[in-house]
């Protein structure tokens, strides 16, 4: 069975403080992996899409990873503006679908 | 680029009542969208997904008769909620198909469904 987890639950940081979140995934094919940040009432918003183990991306404070097992989103000198839920999911390569984990909700204490 | 709008973002019904949810890309075609339900702290769960001029492909567990979906065209879905009860009340949240090639879904604000 896919399964995408994400840890941890939950994660609270002082302004500054640098961390990571994780996101590990037993998929039967990944096509991709997706990070999405979601603030309360809101839908997804789109951070980053990794293809392949070892790939990279970047965007102001966050930085996403991909291995053969695992993905880390890392965020350095994190401010108050960046707590929100953060979601990764897996794209299945031979049903197309998108498997979410549960998130994590990141709170950024001035 | 790659926005996706909903409407309307909240709407309150009484029971028994049907509810229309539109879905649009407003800066690409999409010729697959995504209809998900999100419940309190949980993450979302995938309804059904549309494709342009065919006919939706529903999950598991998912009632096609109680959850209609229309694609009508290449930028507007719409999910009908028929005869809505108070286990109904939901986040639905709609995504739409980047036209990358690489699978990135785009998602709308979601609709927030009360059934009294």
């Known amino acids: 069975e896919d399964q995408v987890t994400q840890s941890p639950e939950a994660l609270r940081l002082q302004e500054g403080e640098s961390s990571s979140l994780n996101c590990s995934y037993t998929?039967?094919?990944?096509?991709?992996l997706f990070w999405y940040r979601q603030d309360p009432g809101k839908g997804p918003e789109f951070l980053f899409t990794?293809?392949?183990a070892g790939e990279e991306k970047e965007k102001e404070r966050l930085k996403a990873t991909l291995t053969k097992k695992e993905s880390f989103l890392h965020i350095t000198a994190p401010k108050p503006e960046d707590s929100a839920t953060y979601l990764c999911a897996v794209l299945i390569s031979n049903t197309g679908k998108l498997i979410f984990g549960q998130g994590t909700t990141l709170q950024v204490k001035p | 680029g790659a926005v996706v709008s909903q409407h309307p973002s909240r709407v309150i019904c009484k029971s028994g009542t049907s509810v229309k949810i539109e879905c649009r890309s407003l800066d690409f075609q999409a010729t697959t969208m995504f209809w998900y339900r999100q419940f309190p702290k949980k993450s979302l769960m995938l309804m059904a997904t549309?494709?342009?001029?065919?006919?939706?492909?529903?999950e598991q567990g998912v009632e096609k008769d109680k959850f209609l979906i229309n694609h009508a065209s290449l930028t507007l879905s719409t999910l009908t909620v028929t005869s809505a009860h108070p286990e109904d009340s939901s986040f639905y949240i709609c995504s739409a198909e980047g036209t990358s090639g690489g699978g990135t879904q785009y998602f709308g604000p979601g609709t927030r469904l009360l059934v009294l």
């Open positions: 549309s494709n342009e001029g065919s006919k939706a492909t529903y």
């Open positions: 998929v039967s094919g990944l096509r991709g």
């Open positions: 990794l293809y392949s």
